[in-house]
């Protein structure tokens, strides 16, 4: 069982940054994909960006609204995930969700690849 528990939302202007958080508990972190994701309200859960191991090291994996903006990173000593968000815009105003897959994916994984989710934390950004 792994539980994922978020944190660093907040409100922020246009153009500002947020470095968001994802603790988790359970064996072997350093092994599971990991992923961000968010959700508005009416929408579909829709990914941000991935993270897995390979033998030459962690390969991040973004997608295309957020490439150059947003960092996809982790300690797998603190078993913490990190979304480093930069530049930021309104339409980045969501709940945000990490998720933890246990067998090593590459790419931008689909939510209904994940195997566990955290609560979410929210991201409102002002124009």
């Known amino acids: 069982q792994v539980q994922l528990v978020e944190s660093g939302g907040g409100l922020v202007q246009a153009g500002g940054s947020l470095r968001l958080s994802c603790a988790a508990s359970g064996p072997n972190f350093s092994s599971y994909t990991m992923g961000w994701f968010r959700q508005n309200p009416g929408k579909e859960r829709e990914s941000v960006a991935s993270?897995?191991?390979?033998?030459?090291?962690?390969?991040?994996y973004y997608t295309d609204s957020v490439t150059g903006r947003f960092t996809i990173s982790r300690d797998n000593a603190k078993s913490t995930l990190y979304l480093q968000m930069n530049s930021l815009k309104p339409e980045d105003t969501a709940v945000y969700y990490c998720a933890a897959k246990i067998r090593q994916r590459m790419g931008v994984l689909p939510a209904l690849e994940m195997d566990y989710w955290g609560g979410g934390t929210l991201v409102t950004v002002s124009s």
């Open positions: 993270i897995t191991w390979s033998w030459s090291g962690d390969r991040a």
